[in-house]
T-cell receptor, first 116, second 114 residues
Framework: AQSVSQHNHHVILSEAASLELGCNYS??????LFWYVQYPGQHLQLLLK??????LVKGIKGFEAEFIKSKFSFNLRKPSVQWSDTAEYFC??????????????FGSGTRLQVQP | NAGVTQTPKFQVLKTGQSMTLQCAQD?????MSWYRQDPGMGLRLIHY???????DQGEVPNGYNVSRSTTEDFPLRLLSAAPSQTSVYFC?????????????FGPGTRLTVL
């Protein structure tokens, strides 16, 4: 079965530091990749997504992610974080389920805490 | 558009009680799904539906039932609540899962089973 791994469970950074959150997936077929963010007290919203073309995708609020097919990775980056980036970040993969239908599988999430 | 709505926002149940979590969307989305979110485990797919009358099991379906009689509604039923079902439940919808359709999430239902 397909799976999504986020190795950083809790990251603490100071404002202006650079961010990279790891995401790896196990699926050999064509995948669509997503990063979602959940700000405190809010529901999940899309940060960015990749489905084809340029492997470097840009999202909202200065975030970007790079798809490296050979490494089955889709890491999220931001050159300079702000206190308002404090949130939980989820990587997700659109993949084929055992039922033959596609579904979205999420990683376990990374809690980012940005200190002023 | 209201987007994806969920009711109730909070619920406390006793072990063995049953209840239904409601989810509705007004975006004419074909695909709807239910997730539970637990600390350190991210979101896990419970059930999903690719259209009215069609439902499938996700990663953690045991103890939950769903039905999809209309495009708009996708209720999640707990037949006999257990403490292990204490969680935050999110409903989501999208136009389809072909390509890169964005999932739109509801605000969540925080369920506690005593």
């Amino acid at each position: 079965a397909q799976s999504v791994s986020q190795h950083n469970h809790h990251v603490i950074l100071s404002e202006a530091a650079s961010l990279e959150l790891g995401c790896n997936y196990s699926y050999g077929g064509t995948v669509n990749l997503f990063w979602y963010v959940q700000y405190p007290g809010q529901h999940l919203q899309l940060l960015l997504k990749y489905f084809s073309g340029d492997p470097l995708v840009k999202g909202i609020k200065g975030f970007e992610a790079e798809f490296i097919k050979s490494k089955f990775s889709f890491n999220l980056r931001k050159p300079s974080v702000q206190w308002s980036d404090t949130a939980e970040y989820f990587c997700a993969v659109n993949a084929l389920m055992d039922t033959g239908r596609r579904a979205l599988t999420f990683g376990s999430g990374t809690r980012l805490q940005v200190q002023p | 558009n209201a987007g994806v709505t969920q009711t109730p926002k909070f619920q406390v149940l006793k072990t063995g009680q049953s209840m239904t979590l409601q989810c509705a969307q007004d975006m004419n989305h074909e695909y709807m799904s239910w997730y539970r979110q637990d600390p350190g485990m991210g979101l896990r797919l419970i059930h999903y539906s690719v259209g009215a009358g069609i439902t499938d099991q996700g990663e953690v379906p045991n103890g939950y039932n769903v039905s999809r009689s209309t495009t708009e509604d996708f209720p999640l039923r707990l037949l006999s609540a257990a403490p292990s079902q204490t969680s935050v439940y999110f409903c989501a919808s999208s136009y389809s899962l072909v390509g890169t359709d964005t999932q739109y999430f509801g605000p969540g239902t925080r369920l506690t089973v005593l």
